[in-house]
């Protein structure tokens, strides 16, 4: 096997192995099985496994979740939504079933249900084609909350997500399924990794806005400015004593928060680095407060651009802002690179 | 029969849709958008049963049912190139309203739509007039559970609800075949549910508007609610201006069999075949639409961009009531 390997393909190839070894494992979604299937991530698994474990549904998330509930009670299943957005339409049977049925029975139940929602950007999305709302699912009990950021994170995560008793519920950002790296199977998740080391500060990245935090590395890396990148896998559970270790070093808490502040997965983490005792400075990077509008002249003001963010940090920091952005900023801020094509 | 008139309007919506689907290459309309080329008929339509009062809600394939409503075409093209357009930019090419008209508004969600359309209905029951709600969605939609149960509510509370589904059998790439079993008769779904449902030839403007006549008859007179599935087909892809046939997810045989179907040729046809109107005429009417439309663009493209503080500001009404 080719590695490195893409996003879309890690997905792939966790969802092979998967299916491979629990021969019980149903995959289905809206387009699983269609020309496209799911931006690629389900091509030729209906041609392998057959129709019966691997289909295309009803307009009918809501049902679905719970008949995938059902299902996991007694064995395992994978739902896939194209769009986060549309996965707000199964909530109660998120929430009201799949989250607490081995808690409200008693421990006597389980379900074992995975779900991938992906987060589209771009391209006039728009305010009901580009949400997450990762820390709204981070505040439900019972629920375990993953945003993988490369191929290898996809690749464990997934895999063993599968197979965890609980459901999990995975984050996939579009603009990540093209990028590139190696994978390798881990025997465990991790739920936090620091991957890079600095002095200046520390820098808290989620999903998507990891990319964002290599970029920054890179920018800084121009006047020898080092951080400390933490990347944080696991949105629920979500643990920060990685984090809290780190900023008692550096005093400066930077936070890239993939959605925006208010009530965000970034503001608790604040929180309960604060209530460690540590003394720091802090500062949120995220959206506008606001749904994405879809005019391209809108949504380039409400996602934070790389400019924009080298300027905040360096003000924070107090350090003079002259850095050359030039190479990560394009002119078209509503694509992920200049030849992409869709489909978003 | 207004024959010119109905022509007119079949062509107001084909020339609006081709010339996005001529345009996109361009890259200057950055939004998804779905276009409605082979189901004009059912909202070419609509201005010759309904009037302004009567409201309209749809789905994320809203163009058609948008102009059919007689919803400004200008505002429409700004929206859509993300200038401050009927949505002030915001909402795009899926969310689109032109209160002014009874174009409410469109959604990107599939059967998000279908509830909000049985609210308005229910508004214009305790108003007491005598307006009704359209509602259109696609085959797709009816297999949410919001879309039973607003004809639920709707067929309880007695509403002047008009339920349209465009069954172009067809969920972006994914046939019925995968999504309902085999025998499923939506019309004696909804007929069992206590809803008069029709099925209509949705290529034929004859018959949808035959159709949409006995629909609107019968919600005033029984006081009830109606259900009609117009057949018929798209025949670009499913989001974007392109046609997508060498994907082979439709039968070849089908998409001929429907493209025969045009729903603009066959009127046109009918019109020469009864000495209504000549060949040359209705080539002529088609290019003064045409030019009409492309006016209409060229000027949309003069609107203003929208600002974000202003836009920012839209997130409450802070308007005092
Ligand atoms: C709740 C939800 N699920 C999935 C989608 C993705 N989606 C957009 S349009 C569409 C097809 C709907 O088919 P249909 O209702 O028949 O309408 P058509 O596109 O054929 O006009 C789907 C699945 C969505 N927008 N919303
Ligand atoms: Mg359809």
Redesign the interface.
């Known amino acids: 096997m080719k590695n490195p390997v893409k996003f879309k393909t890690a997905i792939n190839l966790a969802l092979q192995r998967a299916l491979k070894k629990d021969k019980d494992i149903l995959l289905m979604g ?2 699983v ?4 299937n799911i931006f690629e991530t389900t091509t030729g698994l209906q041609e392998k496994f057959g129709k019966k474990r691997v ?9 679905l979740t719970g008949i995938c509930v059902g299902y996991g009670l007694k064995k395992k299943a994978i739902l896939t939504h194209q769009r986060f ?2 996965m ?2 199964s909530f109660d049977q998120i929430i009201n079933n799949a989250a607490k049925i081995h808690f409200m029975y008693g421990g006597n139940l389980q379900s074992n249900i995975t779900i991938r929602a992906i987060v589209g950007k771009g ?7 580009s949400q997450n709302f990762q820390a709204m699912l981070g505040s439900v009990p019972g629920l375990k909350v993953y945003f993988p950021f490369n191929s290898n994170d996809i690749f464990n995560i997934l895999y063993h997500s599968i197979f965890d008793p609980n459901p999990v519920i995975i984050i996939e950002h579009r603009w990540l399924y093209e990028l590139e790296s190696k994978i390798k199977f881990q025997k465990k998740i991790k739920s936090v990794e620091k991957v890079s080391s600095g002095n200046k500060g520390t820098i808290v990245c989620i999903g998507n806005t990891v990319l964002d935090a290599y970029i920054l590395k890179k920018i800084f890396s121009q006047k020898k400015i080092k951080f400390d990148i933490i990347k944080i896998l696991s949105i629920n559970p979500l643990k920060v004593d990685m984090i809290a270790k780190s900023v008692k070093k550096t005093k400066n808490l930077i936070l890239l928060e993939p959605t925006h502040k208010s009530m965000s997965v970034s503001s608790e983490i604040l929180a309960r680095v604060h209530t460690s005792g540590v003394l720091f400075r802090s500062k949120i990077i995220s959206n ?4 994405v ?6 949504s380039d ?1 409400v996602y934070p651009q790389i400019k924009k963010t080298v300027k905040i940090i360096c003000n924070f920091l107090s350090i003079n802002s002259k850095f050359d952005t030039s190479k990560y900023s394009y002119k078209l801020h ?1 694509i992920p690179n200049k030849n992409f094509r ?3 | 029969m207004k024959y010119r008139k109905v022509l007119q309007n079949l062509f107001l919506i084909r020339k609006t849709e081709e010339l996005i689907s001529k345009e996109y290459h361009k890259n200057i309309f950055r939004c998804p958008v779905h276009l409605s080329i082979g189901q004009e008929a059912i909202s070419a339509a609509i201005n010759f049963v309904f009037n302004s009062k009567d409201l309209a809600v749809s789905s994320h394939r809203a163009h058609a049912h948008y102009i059919g409503k007689g919803g400004n075409i200008k505002n429409m093209f700004a929206e859509i190139l993300g200038l401050k357009g009927c949505s002030g930019g915001i909402g795009g090419s899926m969310h689109l309203t032109d209160k002014s008209v009874g174009f409410i508004s469109s959604s990107a969600i599939v059967g998000n739509s279908i509830p909000v359309g049985v609210g308005l209905s229910l508004s214009q029951k305790m108003e007491n007039k005598k307006n009704l709600t359209l509602i259109f969605f696609g085959d797709g939609a009816t297999e949410q559970g919001v879309f039973f149960e607003s004809v639920n509510f709707s067929a309880l509370k007695n509403l002047p609800t008009l339920f349209i589904c465009e069954d172009n059998k067809y969920s972006v790439y994914s046939s019925l075949s995968v999504r309902q079993p085999e025998n499923r008769d939506i019309l004696k779904v909804v007929k069992k549910m206590g809803i008069e449902a029709i099925e209509a030839d949705g290529n034929n403007i004859f018959q949808v508007i035959k159709t949409y006549q006995k629909a609107k008859k019968y919600i005033f007179s029984k006081k009830k609610p109606f259900f009609i599935k117009f057949n018929t087909y798209r025949y670009v892809e499913h989001c974007g201006p392109y046609d997508d046939d060498n994907l082979n997810y439709r039968p070849k045989k089908e998409i001929k069999r429907w493209k025969r179907k045009c729903p603009i040729s066959f009127f046109s046809n009918y019109l020469v075949k009864k000495n209504i109107m000549k060949n040359k005429q209705i080539v002529a009417l088609e290019k003064e639409i045409e030019n009409y439309i492309h006016n209409l663009y060229k000027n949309s493209k003069n609107y203003p961009r929208p600002n974000f503080s202003t836009t920012k500001k839209l997130i409450y009404n802070e308007k005092s009531r």
């Not at chain 1, 099985?33 to 496209?36: L, Q, S, V």
């Not at chain 1, 506008?288 to 749904?291: L, P, Q």
């Not at chain 1, 509008?293 to 809108?298: E, H, Q, R, V």
Request: a negative charge.
């Open positions: 809206l387009g099985g269609d020309p496209k289909f295309d549904v009803p307009c009918s998330e809501n049902a957005d549309f707000l339409l391209w006039g999305q728009g305010p009901t084609h506008e407060e606001m749904s509008p879809t005019s391209f002249y809108l003001k509503d869709g489909p978003f």
